[in-house]
């Protein structure tokens, strides 16, 4: 069997997460290699959550939330945006690509962007191949 | 197994019409939960209750008499629920049909009856000003030195209230007390729910300070302050309100109070209804700041994230079991810091680190000072 790239997403309640729904309602067909984990808000994602992905095997992790000035909880993104901007370096001095960590804003509304965006972000995990054989090891 | 609910349009347009209104505003998101204290210490959940209410299921809970009135929740709710003004709505209601518990009850029925929640007889409130030169109150003074309740009997507090006073004849600030006359702000009555006591203490209050021509108070205590400053208002009291620490930062600012040198470590509690409810954070810092020698270290959560010392709403007046008291908690925060004093500048936070301090054997660890008692040092 050929390997499948394996995704967390992490979802907001508000936006992101009703956008996945969305995306179900109106049948936008997007690959099955994401697993998606329901957070209350972006902001609500720890750094520590992320390495945890990584660590447990995940070849990438993707973090969504509402468009900037949406938030539910009025700041949680902007505080999402500089942890993953702040993991992103991370990720590089330990050794793991940044490019497998993104994050994304989808609104609620979003079904068939929230389709896009993980189709675009499966296609770009998979060019970068398994975590570990893809970063050389 | 769960069974489908129709909602009690009545009672929820009886908490609406009792000032409930942003209450149909909330999404649930949870934030307040996260927030609130409580949560800390037990299980709790305040989403869950306003859910409820939306529904118009007031039940009698003891979640609804939990809230300490710390406007935490409040400050953060991105929907602008006032939810302390939901849960007085709730508490009134209880009030209304004669569900008040029993602690509160005597608190309340002392207020009304005999002038302080304790019901201690009234021809003892100046005996915390034995030995002292303090005037009673008359036209043309510059300040009606309101006292309040705890710092009046509680014999702790009575040290604040005479450190205050000390400090107000040395810097030769005109100021009067209303002595054995002066009653309850309120407070506690309104914050419990009991508006008709409330209503009754306020207009007694205000008759009172008109009569007497007063135009200018102090307030010793926070809740005072907030409660006569915001609430008589509603009455057709509208006075100039002062908190203590404001004034003693005017006094050190003019240099009429020149403080001792003090070399301490210290760290400053924000009291809620001086802070959160008022946006006092500056003046006491400032008092504080202008100690030579002094360091002040600032706890994690400070300011307008300041962990409620768990007096107020009502609180001060029940029994809260020693696991779940907040001014322990704060207090091993205080004692994280290093500091050798945790300073505040409430009557209901002085007491309730002092227990503490007592409770959990800290007592050569850390001691507990009102930003006054520094200043006559």
């Not at chain 2, 349009?9 to 927030?35: A, F, I, M, P, R």
Request: proline share 4%; hydrophobic share 35%.
């Amino acid at each position: 069997m050929s390997w499948e790239p394996s995704i967390l997403v992490f979802c907001c309640n508000w936006c992101s997460y009703t956008g996945a729904d969305a995306a179900g309602i109106s049948r936008y067909q997007y690959p099955p290699n994401v697993q998606i984990v329901r957070v209350m808000c972006s902001g609500r994602v720890d750094p520590g959550f992320v390495l945890r992905a990584f660590h447990k095997g995940a070849d990438g992790v993707l973090v969504t939330g509402c468009h900037l000035g949406d938030c539910h909880y009025q700041t949680g993104n902007l505080q999402a945006e500089k942890r993953v901007e702040m993991l992103k370096v991370l990720l590089d001095q330990l050794g793991i690509q940044s490019d497998r960590l993104g994050l994304e804003w989808i609104s609620a509304a979003e079904g068939q962007r929230f389709a896009s965006v993980i189709t675009d972000f499966v296609s770009k995990v998979r060019g970068l191949g398994p975590l570990n054989g893809g970063e050389g090891l | 197994m769960s069974e489908a609910v129709r909602p009690f349009e009545e009672v929820l347009d009886e908490v609406v019409k009792e000032g409930g209104e942003s209450l149909n505003l909330c999404y649930q998101c949870g934030l307040c939960s996260g927030t609130c204290p409580w949560g800390v210490v037990r299980d709790f959940n305040l989403r869950k209750m306003l859910r409820m209410v939306q529904l118009g299921l007031v039940e009698e809970s003891d979640g609804i008499w939990l809230c300490t009135t710390c406007k935490a929740c409040v400050d953060r709710c991105p929907r602008g629920v006032e939810l302390i003004d939901v849960i007085r709505s709730m508490r009134r209601m209880l009030v209304g049909g004669g569900m008040i518990p029993q602690m509160q009850r005597s608190a309340v029925s002392n207020i009304v009856q005999e002038g302080n929640p304790w019901g201690n007889p009234a021809e003892e409130r100046m005996d915390w000003a034995k030995g002292l030169d303090v005037r009673r109150y008359e036209k043309g003074m510059d300040y009606l030195l309101f006292v309040g309740c705890a710092p009046s009997y509680d014999p702790r507090n009575q040290k604040v209230a005479r450190a205050l006073v000390e400090i107000l004849s040395k810097a030769e600030v005109s100021f009067g007390v209303l002595g054995n006359e002066e009653r309850c702000c309120g407070d506690s009555a309104r914050r419990i729910g009991d508006e008709q006591a409330f209503g009754t203490v306020a207009e007694r209050n205000i008759a009172k300070f008109q009569e007497m021509g007063v135009e200018r108070i102090v307030a010793i205590s926070p809740h005072s302050y907030h409660t006569m400053k915001n609430d008589y208002k509603e009455f057709g009291g509208e006075f100039e309100v002062v908190h203590h620490t404001q004034l003693l930062a005017e006094l050190v600012d003019e240099g009429k109070v020149v403080p001792g040198r003090l070399e301490k470590r210290v760290t400053y509690h924000d009291p809620c209804y001086l802070g959160r409810h008022n946006g006092i954070y500056e003046e006491p810092r400032k008092v504080l700041e202008s100690i030579p020698g002094l360091e002040l270290v600032e706890m994690e959560r400070t300011k307008d994230f300041s962990l409620c010392c768990g007096g107020g709403g009502g609180r001060f007046w029940t029994e809260t079991v020693a696991e779940e008291r907040f001014s322990n908690l704060r207090l091993e925060e205080a004692i994280g810091t290093g500091a050798e004093v945790l300073v505040t500048a409430c009557p209901f936070c002085v007491s309730n680190f002092e227990d503490s301090t007592k409770s959990m054997g800290e007592e050569g660890r850390i001691v507990v000072r009102d930003v006054v008692e520094f200043l006559i040092l």
